[in-house]
C-alpha cells in the first residue's frame, strides 16, 4: 500500500470510528438526556440525512476543480464543528442546526476518500482498495458503537458532551492527515494520454515527487507520462512488487516472481542499449512494457506485442525481451537516429490454442492503441516514425487495434510474424496503407496454417457423412480460394495484399520441441535474417527490404 | 493447407498437441543437453573469428553487443575499417566463398545495394548473419540453436581495434583496399 492509500485508509477509520460512536445515541441523546422529546429526535436524524442529500449533488462538482483534499479538508473541520455543537446543543433550532452540518459534512467525506482512492490506484489494486475502505469503515463503526456505549450514561449529559467532543477531535485529526497529502491538483480521469502529458507538465516539482512518492503504480503506468518518469516510478515499485509475491507461496507467484526478478536483473545490469521500464504489473497474467532505448528521445520506435503462451513469467523476461532487444541493436546498425524497440506485454495473451478466441485481442487492442497515443504525446518528435509488430496471437491484437477508427496512433508500419490471422481481409483494412504491412511467414509454422472455424466445421460434418472425401470437399467449399486462416484470411496470401518477407523454413514440426518454427521468427534458423528484415522495417528502410532465397 | 483439411477432425488432437506452443524462445534444447549457453557463445566466437580470418587483406574490427535468451545466444562483432560501396562487393564474395567452403548452408540474402546481406547456416545449427548497415558499416551476427542455460560471460577473443559497445561505434579506421573507391577489375563479382 503507497503512502497515500495508507493515509486514506486511516482516514476511513477515522470517521467511521466517529460515526459509530455517536450516530447511534443520538436518538436518545436528542429525545431525552436533552429532553426535547421523540418528535425531535425524528426531524434532527431526517435532517442529518437530508442535509447530507442537499450537498452531495455538489461535491463532484468542488472536486473536479479544487481536487479532493481541499474538499475532505473543509468537509472534516466542518464535521468536527457539527459534532462539538450537537454536543453543546440543548434546544431545538441548536440540534437541528447542528445536525444539518454534521450530516452534510461527513456524507461529504465519503466521496471525497472515494475519489482519493481512484487518484492512487490502478485497475488491479482498485478493487481491493475499495474492499479495504468497505471493511475499515464497517469495523470503526462496530468499534465506535462499543466504546461508544461504554462511555455514555443516559443520566449525565456531560458523557454525551464528551462523545461529541472526541467525535470533533476524530475529525480534526481526519483534516490534519488530508493536509499532508500533497496530491492537490486533480489528475484528469478518463482522459486521452495527450491531456495526461499536459496535466504532468504543468505540474510544479514539488507535485511531481509527491505523486511519484505516493502513487508509483499510478503514474509507472499511465500513457501520457514521460518516459524516463514511468521508469523511475516502475523500477521504484518493482521491489514491492516482488516482495508482495515472495509473501505468497502458490505456483503462479512463484512461475510470477521468476519473470520479475528476471526483469530486474536485466535493469541491474544495466546492458546495451538502455532499458526502461514502462510498465509493471500484476494483474492477469502480467503486464510488464519494456523499451531498449528511450521511446522519447528515439526517431523510430518500434512496439510488439506478444502471443500465444505469453505471460509476464522467466520466459518472457528473457525470450521476448531478447526479441525486443535484438530488434533495438539490428535498427541502431541501419541508421543514424536514434530507436527504441518495445516489449509490449499489456493484454491477457490466450495461453492456448484451445483458448484462442478475438476477446483477448479485442481488449488487448484497445489498450495497446492507448499505449501508442501515450507514445506519439511523449515523444519528442512532431513526426516519429512508429511501427507495429504483431507476432502469432498478438498480430491478432494489432488487427484488432487497427480497426478502431483512425487505425493505430501514430503507426507508419504494421509487421506481423507467424500470424494465425489478423482479423481483416485486406491489408488496406489495417490503417497503413497496404505498402506499409509486412508480412512474414515459414512454410514450417503450423500456426499459419491453422484452418478456419468454417473449414472446420464443414470438414467435421463431410467427414462424418462422406469420410476424408466428404471433408475435403465440405472444407473446400468452405475457403474456396484456400487463404483463411482461423481468424480469416492468411496475411501471407496475396489475396490479403500485404508485402511478404521471405523467411527460410524453419524446422519441421515435431522435430524440436513442439511447433519450433513457430517461435523461430527471431532466433536459430531464420532468426538472423527475420529479424534484420523487422530491423530494416522499424529503421524505416522497408524499401531496402528484398530477402530472397539464394541463387 | 489441404492436407490439414484432411485431418480437419482430428484438429482436436492437433489442438491438444499445439496447446502446450509458447510464444517466446520456448524451443526445446537441443543435443541432449551437451552444450550450454557459454559453450555455444564460445563456438559462435569461433565461426566468427574464423570469418573474420577469411577476409584478406583484414579488417579492424570491435566486439558488438551480445544478447542472451532463455537458452539461446547472440553475438555481434563491429567493422571498425571503412569499407567502401565499390568494395562492398568483394567483402559479400569473400564471406559467402568461405562460408560455402567450410559447408555452411547459405539460407538468405538480402538483394538490397544500400543494405546488402548474407546469411548462412552451419551443420550444428548455429545462424550466421553478414549485413552492411548504416554508411555502409559492415556487421556480423552469430545465433546459437537453442541450448542448456547458463550464464555467458564477454567473449575471450581480443578485438583488433577495441572500442565501446554502445553506442555503436562507426567505422573510423582506413584501408588501402577495402576503403579505396577504384573501381575493381570486372572479374570480381559479388556474391548477389
Known amino acids: 500500500m503507497s503512502t497515500a492509500m495508507r493515509r486514506i485508509q486511516t482516514g476511513n477509520v477515522l470517521s467511521a470510528f466517529g460515526l459509530g460512536f455517536t450516530v447511534p445515541y443520538l436518538y436518545v441523546y436528542v429525545a431525552q438526556v436533552r429532553d426535547l422529546g421523540s418528535g425531535t429526535a425524528g426531524v434532527v436524524l431526517a435532517v442529518f440525512a437530508t442535509a447530507a442529500l442537499a ?86 463503526l462496530g468499534i465506535g458503537g462499543l466504546v461508544g456505549g461504554q462511555i455514555v450514561d443516559q443520566g449525565s449529559p456531560g458523557t454525551f458532551t464528551l462523545l461529541f467532543g472526541i467525535e470533533a477531535a476524530m475529525f480534526l485529526v481526519l483534516a490534519g492527515i488530508a493536509a499532508t497529502a500533497r496530491l492537490s491538483r486533480p489528475a484528469p480521469s478518463g482522459a486521452e494520454p495527450a491531456a495526461y502529458r499536459r496535466w504532468w507538465e504543468g505540474l510544479a516539482p514539488e507535485l511531481r515527487d509527491a505523486y511519484m512518492a505516493d502513487c508509483p503504480e499510478l503514474i509507472g503506468n499511465l500513457d501520457g507520462i514521460p518516459a524516463a518518469v514511468r521508469d523511475r516510478a516502475n523500477r521504484a515499485r518493482l521491489g514491492d512488487l516482488i516482495a508482495e509475491l515472495g509473501r505468497r507461496d502458490d505456483e503462479d507467484a512463484r512461475t510470477r516472481l521468476a519473470g520479475l526478478r528476471g526483469i530486474e536483473a536485466q535493469l541491474e545490469s544495466g546492458g546495451h542499449p538502455p532499458l526502461f521500464l514502462l510498465g509493471i504489473g500484476n494483474e492477469g497474467n502480467g ?29 518472457f523476461a528473457h525470450g521476448d525481451l531478447k526479441r525486443a532487444r535484438d530488434v533495438a541493436l539490428g535498427a541502431a546498425r541501419l541508421t543514424g ?35 501508442m497515443s501515450g507514445l506519439v504525446a511523449t515523444n ?55 505498402g506499409h504491412v509486412f508480412v512474414g511467414a515459414a512454410e514450417n509454422d503450423l500456426v499459419t496454417k491453422l484452418p478456419s472455424p468454417r473449414e472446420v466445421e464443414a470438414g467435421t460434418a463431410g467427414y462424418l457423412i462422406a469420410g476424408p472425401v466428404g471433408a475435403r470437399a465440405a472444407g473446400h467449399l468452405a475457403d474456396r480460394d484456400d487463404d483463411d486462416l482461423w481468424f480469416g484470411r492468411d496475411p501471407a496470401s496475396k489475396a490479403f495484399g500485404a508485402r511478404r518477407f521471405a523467411v527460410p523454413d524453419g524446422p519441421p514440426v515435431l522435430s524440436d520441441g513442439l511447433v519450433p518454427a513457430h517461435s523461430e521468427y527471431f532466433e536459430r534458423g531464420n532468426g538472423i535474417s527475420s529479424g534484420d528484415a523487422v530491423a530494416l522495417i522499424v529503421a524505416g528502410k522497408s524499401d531496402e527490404l528484398k530477402m530472397a532465397a539464394p541463387r | ?115 546488402p546481406a548474407i546469411y548462412a547456416n552451419s551443420a550444428d545449427g548455429f545462424e550466421l548473419g553478414l549485413t552492411f548497415g548504416y554508411k555502409g558499416q559492415a556487421f556480423l551476427e552469430a545465433a546459437t540453436p537453442c541450448v542448456r542455460k547458463s550464464e555467458v560471460a564477454e567473449p575471450a577473443t581480443p578485438a583488433n581495434a577495441p572500442r565501446p559497445e554502445w553506442p555503436i561505434p562507426r567505422p573510423d579506421t582506413h584501408d588501402d583496399f577495402w576503403s579505396s573507391t577504384d573501381a575493381l577489375p570486372s572479374s570480381s563479382r559479388s556474391a548477389l
Open chain 1, 337 to 371: 537516429r536514434p530507436v527504441a524497440s518495445i516489449a509490449w506485454l499489456g493484454y491477457d495473451a490466450p495461453q492456448g490454442v484451445g483458448v484462442m478466441g478475438t476477446g483477448a485481442a479485442e481488449s488487448g487492442g484497445v489498450a495497446y492503441n492507448r499505449f
Open chain 1, 55 to 140: 450537498l452531495l449533488p455538489f461535491t463532484g462538482r468542488a472536486m473536479d476543480r479544487r481536487g479532493p483534499v481541499p474538499v475532505l479538508i473543509a468537509a472534516a473541520v466542518f464535521a468536527a464543528a457539527g459534532a462539538m455543537s450537537m454536543g453543546l446543543a440543548s434546544s431545538v433550532p441548536a440540534a437541528l442546526a447542528s445536525a444539518a452540518l454534521l450530516g452534510a459534512a461527513t456524507a461529504v467525506i465519503q466521496p471525497a476518500l472515494s475519489t482519493l482512492i481512484v487518484w492512487c490506484s490502478t485497475p488491479s489494486t482498485r478493487t481491493r482498495a475499495y474492499a479495504m475502505q468497505f471493511f475499515l469503515q464497517n469495523l470503526g
Open chain 2, 1 to 115: 493447407m489441404r492436407g490439414l483439411r484432411r485431418f480437419a477432425p482430428g484438429l482436436a488432437v492437433i489442438a491438444t498437441v499445439l496447446s502446450g506452443c509458447g510464444g517466446g524462445g520456448r524451443g526445446v534444447p537441443m543435443d541432449d543437453g551437451k552444450m550450454n549457453m557459454q559453450e555455444a557463445a564460445e563456438r559462435a566466437d569461433f565461426l566468427l573469428d574464423g570469418t573474420l580470418q577469411a577476409v584478406k587483406p583484414g579488417v579492424a574490427w570491435s566486439h558488438g553487443v551480445t544478447t542472451t535468451g532463455n537458452c539461446e545466444v547472440t553475438r555481434r562483432r563491429v567493422v571498425m575499417t571503412q569499407i567502401s560501396e565499390q568494395r562492398r562487393g568483394s567483402f559479400l564474395g569473400l564471406v559467402d566463398r568461405y562460408w560455402r567452403s567450410t559447408g555452411y548452408e547459405i539460407t538468405a540474402v538480402n538483394r538490397s545495394e544500400a543494405n
Open chain 1, 287 to 315: 503486464r510488464a512494457i519494456v523499451s531498449f532505448g528511450n521511446p522519447d528521445t528515439a526517431r523510430n520506435v518500434s512496439a510488439y506485442v506478444p502471443g500465444l503462451g505469453t505471460s509476464l513469467d522467466e520466459d
Open chain 1, 380 to 434: 519528442q518528435y512532431e513526426n516519429p516514425h512508429l511501427t507495429a509488430i504483431g507476432h502469432s496471437y498478438g498480430s491478432r491484437t494489432v488487427g484488432a487495434a487497427a480497426r478502431h477508427p483512425g487505425g493505430i496512433p501514430g503507426a507508419d508500419d504494421i509487421v506481423l510474424v507467424g500470424s494465425p490471422g489478423v482479423g481483416v481481409d485486406r491489408a488496406e483494412d489495417l490503417g497503413v496503407g497496404k
